[in-house]
Structures are given as structure tokens and as C-alpha cells.
């Protein structure tokens, strides 16, 4: 019964290559968020995605682009990849304004860009 | 944009000794929360504060919210081998659409 579940765990891919995370939510949250974490632990907001409104991180380079099929699911899928784009990908939920509901993140998602 | 510092960026405490992480914003916050990450794991989130001068506790965690709230501090009494992680304070951004975090703080507690 996990809340907010993310696949895959670990991804290895080469340079130039596309590839795609999945995250699922069933805590009932209606937003939903994708967030970068570097080696310096650094935690990164990408997007975040409310009732059908998708808020962008004007840093976020346009090879990555949400997608969500439902209020339950935030997929992430990345053109392109290149070797700065390894980091950990996190998923996290919440219910409504943020400032009123703490995130629940997923397990997160290593990325590593050959 | 929203600038927030956390500091110190490391710590490395003796097992028995105190903790404290600090966070400070440029700007006035309606809150602020306190998340904990272990190595290899996820944020949790750990507690929210909202009123000027705010003091919290959980067990050995100590969260106060500055008078101004500009500023926020996480106080760990008499550290455990258990509290090893990287603690993260994240302020509301963009209308509070969005949750900015701080640097974080790595903790290491040495037994």
C-alpha cells in the first residue's frame, strides 16, 4: 500500500536516448510534482500539476516534459538525454496549496546518463 | 525568486552531542515545514510552522519559527546514530504553488 510509488528504481541510459518515469499517487492528492536532486543534494523543483494546470520551472530544459493522464499519475518522460540530466528524480503528492499539506515523495528514481 | 540559506551545508557530531540546522530567508514566510532524508531514502516531512516565535518539539527535535518569520532552526538534543541524514527546510514559492527547499544540512553522527 504504498502512498506515492515511482518506476523505475534505477535507470541507465545512454546519451541522446529518451526514456520515461511513471509515478502513481493513491493517496487521493489532486497535485502532483516532479523534483531533481543532484549530487550535492541539492532539491530541485521541475513541475508541478493541479487539476489540469501545469506549472514549469523556467530552468527546466523544454527535452522534459510532464504527462498526466489522471489526477493519480504524473509520468516524466525526457528527450534527448544527455550526461547533466543524471541526478535523482523524485515524485511527490499533495492535497491542495502546499503552504496547508506537507509533499509525500515517492522512493525516487536514479537516473544515470552514459 | 524566493532566496532561502540553510546552514551549516555539513555536520559531523559526536554520538550524545546536540544538533542545530538553520534556515534563513530573505523574505517573509506565511510558513515553513522541516524534512528529514535518510541516506538512500526519500524526504519525509517532518512538521510545519506558521506563527511568529512558533516552538515545536518532537521528542529530542526542537523546531522554532523566528518573530519575524524570516528565519526558522532545527534543534536535535543528544544526537543518535538514528538521526544520520540530511535535513531540508522548504518554504512555500510562486504563490504557494510550489515548495522551495533550503540546501540542507548532511548530518553525520559519529558512535
Known amino acids: 500500500d504504498t502512498a506515492v510509488s515511482q518506476t523505475p528504481k534505477y535507470l541507465v541510459t545512454q546519451m541522446g536516448n529518451d526514456k520515461s518515469i511513471k509515478c502513481e499517487q493513491n493517496?487521493?492528492?489532486?497535485?502532483m510534482y516532479w523534483y531533481k536532486q543532484d549530487s550535492k543534494k541539492f532539491l530541485k523543483i521541475m513541475f508541478s500539476?493541479?487539476?489540469?494546470?501545469?506549472?514549469i520551472n523556467e530552468t527546466v530544459p523544454n527535452r522534459f516534459s510532464p504527462k498526466s493522464p489522471d489526477k493519480a499519475h504524473l509520468n516524466l518522460h525526457i528527450n534527448s538525454l544527455e550526461l547533466g540530466d543524471s541526478a535523482v528524480y523524485f515524485c511527490?503528492?499533495?492535497?491542495?496549496?502546499?503552504?496547508?499539506?506537507?509533499?509525500?515523495f515517492g522512493n525516487g528514481t536514479r537516473l544515470t546518463v552514459t | 525568486g524566493q532566496q532561502v540559506m540553510q546552514i551549516p551545508q555539513y555536520q559531523h557530531v559526536q554520538e550524545g552531542e546536540d544538533f542545530t540546522t538553520y534556515c534563513n530567508s530573505s523574505?517573509?514566510?506565511?510558513?515553513i515545514q522541516w524534512y528529514k532524508q535518510r541516506p538512500g531514502g526519500h524526504p519525509v516531512f517532518l512538521i510545519q510552522?506558521?506563527?511568529?516565535?512558533e516552538v515545536k518539539k518532537q521528542k529530542r527535535l526542537t523546531f522554532q519559527f523566528g518573530e519575524a518569520k524570516k528565519n526558522s532552526s532545527l534543534h536535535i538534543t543528544a544526537t543518535q546514530t538514528t538521526d544520520v541524514g540530511t535535513y531540508f527546510c522548504?518554504?512555500?514559492?510562486?504563490?504557494?504553488?510550489?515548495?522551495?527547499f533550503g540546501s540542507g544540512t548532511q548530518l553525520t553522527v559519529l558512535p
Open positions: 523574505t517573509t514566510l506565511s510558513n
Open positions: 522548504a518554504l512555500p514559492s510562486g504563490s504557494a504553488r510550489q515548495l522551495t
Open positions: 511527490a503528492s499533495s492535497q491542495g496549496m502546499v503552504f496547508r499539506s506537507p509533499l509525500h
Open positions: 500539476y493541479n487539476n489540469k494546470e501545469l506549472i
Open positions: 510552522l506558521v506563527k511568529s516565535g
Open positions: 493517496l487521493g492528492h489532486d497535485t
